[in-house]
């Protein structure tokens, strides 16, 4: 099936950024749509940012005009550009991946983002 592998975590001062990555490998052309969640201590997982197989986007509110989620279909991987980062961006980020007939989905091991104030 699909394998996901994340990665580009790290710790950074407010303000800084970071990018990260996710390596899609299987059956990657049944992937309709793919998605970064992040789960910070203590509350529930939610959704970041998202883009389907024809390059449409969506972004929470929270990361609206300083995250961006790119693809790079030779390399099958998606990216999550972050920048302005602050401390209450801290979490665990999970790439995730749909076919979008609600038949399956696959998630990624998650990858730490830390952010000092």
């Known amino acids: 099936q699909v394998q996901l592998v994340e990665s580009g975590g790290g710790l950074v001062q407010a303000g800084g950024s970071l990018r990260l990555s996710c390596a899609a490998s299987g059956n990657i052309f049944n992937i309709a749509a793919m998605d970064w969640y992040r789960q910070a201590l203590g509350k529930q997982r939610e959704l970041v940012a998202a883009?389907?197989?024809?390059?449409?986007?969506n972004y929470a509110d929270s990361v609206k005009g300083r995250f961006t989620i790119s693809r790079d279909s030779d390399k099958n991987t998606v990216y999550l550009q972050m920048n302005s980062l602050k401390p209450e961006d801290t979490a665990v980020y999970y790439c995730n991946a749909v076919d979008g007939s609600g038949y399956w989905e696959v998630w990624g091991q998650g990858t730490q983002v830390t952010v000092s104030s």
């Open positions: 883009i389907t197989k024809s390059g449409s986007t």
